[in-house]
C-alpha cells in the first residue's frame, strides 16, 4: 500500500525482534532496503494486508526486545505489514503493558487491586513512593490491576526486556522484592510458587474439573496421559461430531465466563453455519480483580485444554483455534506453548489428527494488559490486531466473528467441563449442581483467609460452606464484608453467609 | 438514433420489501433493510443524533439515539439496528428520556458543545444538568501523552474534561479536540470508508483517548492530504476550516449572513459537486452534499480549499 511514514528508522534490535517473527524484509515494499527491482515493481493488495492482525505481536515483540515502542520500531512495523502508522500507534497506545514513551527496561507492575489493596498493597506503594519516587516509567514502577494471583496477595509482576525477555510474578511481593527486580533484575529473584498452591484442594479425592492438578506434571503429556488424558478426546471422536454436540446439550452446560449462555446451543449454532472457515476462541484473558480459576487450570493442568479445545473444534467443525491468553500470565504462556508444541508432536494436534484424516490446529495469542478484551467480540478486534474495543452486536459471534466468520468463544472453565462430559454424559453430568445450574463450579476466594485458593464445589453451595473451605478468617479477626464477583459485584456484610 | 434513444433504460432500483412496525403506537411500512431511526423519522420522530453520519457505516458510539424495543433487555441504538417485521419501538419512554439525559450530561460535562446543532433543544427537552458533576476541569497539556491503564484518580471537586490546547498546525483547518466526542467519524472518513489516506486514527484509552495521528506528529508531517472530508462528517465543530476558526476568534462568524450556494468544481473533469458558503460576498467554507451521486460529500484538497483564486481581486 501507498503509505506515508515520518523519517525515523528502526534499530537493530528492533527490525531483528520483527523479523524472528515475520521473517526477512524480501523488498523495499515491505520495509526491506530498496533496490533497483523496486522501482519498477509494486507490491501491496490483499497479500500484503492479509498479515494485519501480526499487528499486536510484532509490538509484542519490540516491547519484548526493548522496553518500548519507538517511532522508527512503530514505523517499521507498519511497513512490514502494510498497516498505516496512526493505525499501529492506535493500536500500540490501547495496551497497558506497551508504553510509546522511552522506559527503563526493567518495569515492575505493582497490583493495587481488592485482593491485593487487602492484604498490604497500599503499604508496599508507600514504600516504593518514598524510595524510588512516583510510580511511572521514570521510576520503573506502575500500578496494575488485578494480576490474577490473588491467593498470594499482595502480588506484582516484573519484566526485564530482552532477548529473551525475563518475566516474573512476585507474589505475595515486598517493597523490597521490587526494589531488587529493578535494582538488580527479575532474574535474581526466588522461584514463584508452584502452580498447585492456588489449589487448596489438590490431590483430594472426588474433584473433577481440578481433578489432575497437583497429581500431574504440566509439562508431560505423557503424564497427562497416564492420568487418563485424551479419553474424552477418544470418545468424541467415536461418537462424531453431532453427537457431541448433544451430549454437550443435554449436559445443561453454561458458560462460565460470565454470561452464564448454554455451551451446547452455541456449538450447534455455530456447527451449522454455512459459511467457512469456522473458528474456536478459548477466552484465557481472565482480567476480572478477584478471579484466578482459569490461571489454576492453564497452570496445573494445561493438555486438558487444548483436548477440550480439539474437542470443541470437532464438534463446531472450526479449522483453527486461538488460545487469548492475558499478557500477564506468563506461567501460563510458557506451559501451554510446551503443551502445544508435545500434542503436536504426538499427532493430537495438526494435520490428520490421530489418523481421522481430521485436522486442526491451535495457537496462543497474548493480551497485553485490557480487561475490555476478555469481552468476546473486543477478543476479535484483538486477534486481528486492531484496538480490543468491543463490535456492534448483533451480528453475533456465531455468525460473523473472528475474521468475519462463524466462531465459537468459550472461557477456558467452560472448555474444560466437556472433559467430564464426554467420559460421563451428557446426562450423568447434568446430575451434578442444582437442576438450573449443572455441573461442577470454580470458585476463587481470596483476602483475608486462611486458605484462599480456587475451590471445586457442585453450583448451589452457600457463601458460608465457601468461606469454610477456605478455613474462615485468620484467628482472632471476624468476617466484615464480603465482595462477590469483581469490578461490578456487590459486597455483602459477614453475616449474610446463606447465600447461594 | 431515435431506435436507441425509445430503449434508453428507465432507472427503476430493485423491487423492495416493505416492513412494517411500530413506533410509538403508529404503524409505518419502511423498505427492508432501513433502520429504526429511517422509521421514526418516516413517522416525524425526532431522535437526536451525534455518530450516525448519512454517509457513514453506524459506529454506535455516542448512545444519544437509544430507543426501547419490546422483547429487547437493553435498549438499542437506532441508528444502526434495521427493522424487522412487526417490532414494537419506543422513543419516549422514561427509560429512554434518562438515557438520553444522562448521554447528554456526561457529554456535556466533559465536551465542549457550543458548536455541536441541536444540543441545546436537546438539553432542554431532556432536562439534563451537565453542571451536576462540578465546575469543568482546567485545561490539560498532555492529553496527548499516553500511559493506557494508569489513571489519575481525581478528587471529585471538578468534572473531568477534554479541555485541551487547539491544534493549529497549517493554514487550512484547525483541529480543537476539546470539542471533541469521539463519535470516530473522522477516522472512519479519512479511512477505508472514504479517504483510504489513514492520517488519523483513536490513540489512548477510555478517558484518555484522542484522535490523533502517529505520535501526535503535526499534520503536515502526517500521511494527510487535506481533502477536508474529517471536517464535513464532524458533528461538533470539533474540526473547522481555519477560515472559519479565525472569524469565530474575531467575533465575526455569522451563520445567519451566509449563503449557501452548491455548485460544479471546476477543477477537474469529476464532476463534485462545492456548496459555498459565503459571507460578506467571501467564500467562509466550503461543503459538498451528501447525497450527490459523485463525491457523497467527499472532495479533494482543490475542490475543498482551493476557493482563495476566486477572491483575489
Ligand atoms: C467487559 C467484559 C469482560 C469479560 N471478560 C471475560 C474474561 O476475561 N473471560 C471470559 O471467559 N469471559 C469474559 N467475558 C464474557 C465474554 O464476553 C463471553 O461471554 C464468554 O467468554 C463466553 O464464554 P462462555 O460461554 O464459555 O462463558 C467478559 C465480558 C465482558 C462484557
Ligand atoms: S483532511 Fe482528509 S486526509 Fe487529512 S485527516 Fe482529514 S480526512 Fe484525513
Ligand atoms: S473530531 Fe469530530 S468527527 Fe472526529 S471524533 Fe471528534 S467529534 Fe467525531
Ligand atoms: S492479584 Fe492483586 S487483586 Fe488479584
Ligand atoms: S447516533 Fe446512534 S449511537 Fe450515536
Known amino acids: ?500 | 438514433m431515435t431506435a436507441t434513444h425509445e430503449r434508453t433504460p428507465v432507472e427503476m432500483g430493485m423491487p423492495v420489501r416493505l416492513v412494517t412496525l411500530s413506533v410509538d403506537g403508529q404503524e409505518v411500512s419502511v423498505p427492508e433493510g432501513s433502520t429504526l431511526l429511517d422509521a421514526c423519522t418516516a413517522v416525524g420522530e425526532d431522535i437526536p443524533t451525534l455518530c450516525y453520519g448519512d454517509t457513514l457505516t453506524p459506529k454506535n458510539a455516542c448512545r444519544v439515539c437509544m430507543v426501547e424495543v419490546e422483547g429487547s433487555r437493553v435498549l438499542v441504538p437506532s441508528c444502526s439496528r434495521k427493522v424487522t417485521e412487526n417490532v414494537v419501538v419506543r422513543t419516549d419512554t422514561e427509560r429512554v428520556r434518562h438515557s438520553r439525559r444522562l448521554v447528554l450530561e456526561l457529554l456535556g460535562s466533559s465536551v465542549d458543545l457550543s458548536t455541536t446543532p441541536h444540543v441545546e433543544e436537546w438539553m432542554a427537552e431532556y432536562a439534563a444538568d451537565p453542571g451536576r458533576f462540578g465546575p469543568p476541569a482546567p485545561e490539560d497539556l498532555h492529553r496527548d501523552v499516553h500511559e493506557p491503564g494508569e489513571h489519575h484518580a481525581g478528587d471529585g471537586s471538578v468534572a473531568e474534561t477534554m479541555e485541551q490546547p487547539d491544534k493549529v498546525d497549517n493554514d487550512l483547518y484547525v483541529r480543537d479536540y476539546s470539542k471533541c466526542i469521539l463519535c470516530y467519524k473522522c477516522v472512519d472518513a479519512c479511512g477505508t470508508q472514504w479517504q483510504n489516506t489513514f492520517a488519523i486514527q483513536v490513540a489512548g484509552r477510555g478517558f484518555e483517548s484522542q484522535i490523533s495521528t502517529e505520535f501526535n506528529v503535526e499534520l503536515p508531517e502526517s500521511a494527510c492530504v487535506y481533502c477536508g472530508n474529517c471536517i464535513e462528517v464532524c458533528p461538533t465543530g470539533a474540526l473547522s476550516f481555519k477560515s472559519e476558526y479565525d472569524m469565530r476568534a474575531e467575533g465575526t462568524w455569522n451563520e445567519d449572513e451566509q449563503t449557501q450556494t452548491t455548485t460544479l468544481c471546476t477543477f477537474c473533469g469529476v464532476g463534485c459537486n462545492l456548496t459555498l458558503h459565503v459571507q460578506d460576498n467571501t467564500i467562509v467554507k466550503v461543503s459538498s452534499p451528501h447525497d450527490h451521486s459523485v463525491g457523497h460529500g467527499n472532495l479533494c484538497i482543490k475542490g475543498r480549499f482551493g476557493f482563495q483564486h476566486v477572491q483575489n481581486r
Not at chain 1, 502494510?82 to 526493567?106: E, G, I, M, Q, W
Not at chain 1, 498447585?196 to 503429556?221: H, N, Y
Request: aromatic residues 8%; proline residues 6%; contains cysteine.
Open chain 1, 1 to 500: 500500500m501507498d503509505l506515508k511514514f515520518t523519517d525515523a528508522t528502526a534499530h537493530e534490535d528492533e527490525r531483528d525482534a520483527v523479523d524472528r517473527l515475520i521473517g526477512e524484509a524480501h523488498s523495499g515494499w515491505y520495509g526491506g532496503e530498496r533496490d533497483a527491482t523496486d522501482h519498477r515493481m509494486s507490491y501491496g493488495g490483499h497479500q500484503a494486508r492479509s498479515e494485519r492482525h501480526l499487528v499486536l505481536e510484532a509490538l509484542h515483540a519490540v516491547n519484548d526486545r526493548v522496553g518500548w515502542i519507538s517511532p522508527g520500531a512503530l514505523n517499521y512495523i507498519g511497513r512490514r505489514l502494510s498497516v498505516p502508522p496512526a493505525d499501529v500507534y492506535s493500536v500500540a497506545t490501547f495496551y497497558a503493558l506497551f508504553s510509546t514513551a522511552p522506559r527503563p527496561k526493567r518495569i515492575v507492575h505493582v497490583c493495587t487491586d481488592v485482593a491485593c489493596e487487602a492484604l498490604g498493597a497500599k503499604g508496599v506503594c508507600d514504600t516504593l513512593q518514598a524510595r524510588l519516587g512516583p510510580p511511572g516509567a521514570a521510576s520503573g514502577w506502575k500500578h496494575s490491576p488485578c494480576l490474577g494471583v490473588c491467593e498470594r496477595a499482595p502480588a506484582a509482576m516484573a519484566v526485564e526486556a530482552g532477548d529473551p525477555v525475563v518475566e516474573h510474578v512476585i507474589a505475595p511481593t515486598t517493597a523490597d522484592d521490587v526494589v531488587q527486580a529493578l535494582e538488580v533484575g527479575p532474574a535474581t529473584l526466588a522461584a514463584e510458587a508452584s502452580p498447585t498452591m492456588a489449589v487448596p484442594q489438590a490431590g483430594d479425592e472426588g474433584l473433577i474439573l481440578l481433578r489432575r492438578v497437583g497429581r500431574v506434571d504440566p509439562e508431560s503429556i505423557d503424564d497427562y496421559i497416564a492420568h487418563d488424558g485424551y479419553q474424552a478426546l477418544d470418545r468424541a471422536l467415536e461418537m462424531g461430531p453431532q453427537a457431541v454436540v448433544q451430549e454437550v446439550i443435554a449436559s445443561g452446560l453454561m458458560g462460565r465466563g460470565g454470561a452464564a449462555f448454554p455451551t451446547g446451543r452455541k456449538w450447534e449454532a455455530t456447527a451449522g453455519q454455512p459459511a467457512q472457515p469456522h473458528y474456536l476462541v478459548c477466552n484465557a484473558d481472565e482480567s476480572e480483580p478477584g478471579t484466578f480459576k482459569d490461571r489454576a487450570i492453564l497452570e496445573g493442568d494445561p493438555f486438558s485444554l487444548i483436548e477440550a479445545m480439539t474437542i470443541a473444534a470437532y464438534a463446531t467443525g472450526a479449522v483453527r483455534g486461538y488460545i487469548y491468553l492475558r499478557g500477564e500470565y506468563p506461567r501460563s504462556y510458557r506451559l501451554l506453548h510446551n503443551a502445544l508444541h508435545a500434542a503436536r508432536k504426538r499427532g493430537y494436534l495438526g494435520a490428520d489428527i490421530l489418523g481421522t484424516g481430521w485436522s486442526f490446529d491451535l495457537e496462543i495469542r497474548r493480551g497485553a494488559g485490557a480487561y475490555i478484551c476478555g469481552e468476546e467480540t473486543a477478543i476479535f478486534n484483538s486477534i486481528e490486531g486492531y484496538r480490543g474495543e468491543p463490535r456492534t452486536k448483533p451480528p453475533f459471534p456465531v455468525e460473523v466473528g473472528l475474521f468475519g466468520k462463524p466462531t465459537v468463544v468459550n472461557n477456558v472453565e467452560t472448555l474444560v467441563n466437556v472433559l467430564p462430559i464426554m467420559e460421563l454424559g451428557g446426562a450423568a453430568y447434568a446430575q451434578i449442581g442444582t437442576e438450573q445450574s449443572t455441573g461442577p463450579k470454580l470458585f476463587c476466594i481470596s483476602g483475608n483467609l486462611v486458605r484462599p485458593g480456587v475451590y471445586e464445589v457442585p453450583f448451589g453451595s452457600t457463601l458460608g460452606e465457601m468461606i469454610e473451605l477456605a478455613g474462615g478468617v485468620p484467628e482472632g479477626r471476624t468476617l466484615q464484608a464480603i465482595l462477590l464477583g469483581g469490578a461490578a459485584g456487590s459486597f455483602v456484610r459477614g453475616d449474610e453467609l446463606d447465600i447461594h
